[in-house]
């Protein structure tokens, strides 16, 4: 088995716990019990030599751990392109195909497909303007021009590119809902990259029960807490109930096919405000029905979709609109919503 090998050293204020405590907490998609037969098993070293699980860190330690290489996992390559030109690509992204590299995967996203294709024309730069989840499928956008991109930015931070979302969630919801408040990094979750959503009523209830060395400006809160900071900014989103489905589920009753308009751009925006609202997306294993789904997941990948519906996140990027002053053109885009989210609509 190829491994993989990764070295840290120890701060000062991470000295004087055992070392499968820290190494739990640090990276919290392994668990403790993992990390204790890594120890055993000789994977994990500190200052190049074996040590028991009970090791208490020092401070410049340095810990060194292999880890199993695992091989790239494959994708869905059947993206589509709706429109192209000069300084823009519309692409219609299935699930199951990351934009970027991260973690495992390399060369089997977005980035790489479409520059290959763009080669293959002799044209040598694209760039995503903005960019959705692996899971998530639909609409992005992709520039070939650094100014272009710029530009495009600007028209996304100022909210004048109007995106909406499909999405199913379990339960029932039968009205508008405009729900506004704080995004940021959720601190009691055990998977590093997870928000929370935080009503704005209820923002500053959160902030005291985690620190009270905080900073407020301009709708952005930043907290001190176990000599971290964390910073949660202000979102705004709008969700319109367009079908109501009842299903036969162990927790559910019912699921509500919505669309959702984002006033605000914010990471894992849709899917933490609605966590929060207790209605969890269809197939989301990170924001869903239980968290233990995604770390249970990167042990060992496999269908959940007994419990979970479907096994990938039912969003949908399915509309894009926006005034273009670079090129003096209105743009307006949509993407149907995809077979594998239709049958869910169909149980």
Known sequence: MLLSKKEIFVLEEEANIRIDIFLSKKFRNISRILWQKRIQKQLVLVN???IKKSYILKKNDKITFYYPKKPEPEINKNFKILYEDEFLIVIDKPANLPIHPSGNYKNNTLNFLLKEYLLSKKEFYCHPIHRIDKETSGLVLYGKNPEFIKKMNFLFRTHQIQK???????????????????IGKDLLSKIKRKQIFIPKEKIQDFINSFSDNYYNQSKIYKILYQNQIYTY????TLFEPIKIKKIDHT??????????????GRFHQIRATLK??????VGDKIYGIDENYFLQYLENPQDFSDRLLLNRTALHSYSLEWEDSFQKKHFKFFSPLPEDIKKILEI
């Not at 900014?233 to 705004?236: G, H, L, P, S």
């Not at 929060?276 to 997306?281: A, D, K, Q, R, V």
């Open 251 to 264: 927790d559910y009753e019912y699921i509500t096919l919505l669309e959702v308009k984002l006033f605000t």
């Open 48 to 50: 190049n030599k074996p």
């Open 276 to 281: 929060s609202l207790n209605y969890p997306i």
């Open 164 to 182: 909406r979302y499909l999405v199913i969630v379990f339960g029932k919801i039968q009205n508008r809902l405009l729900i506004e408040g704080f």
């Open 233 to 236: 900014r202000y979102c705004k």
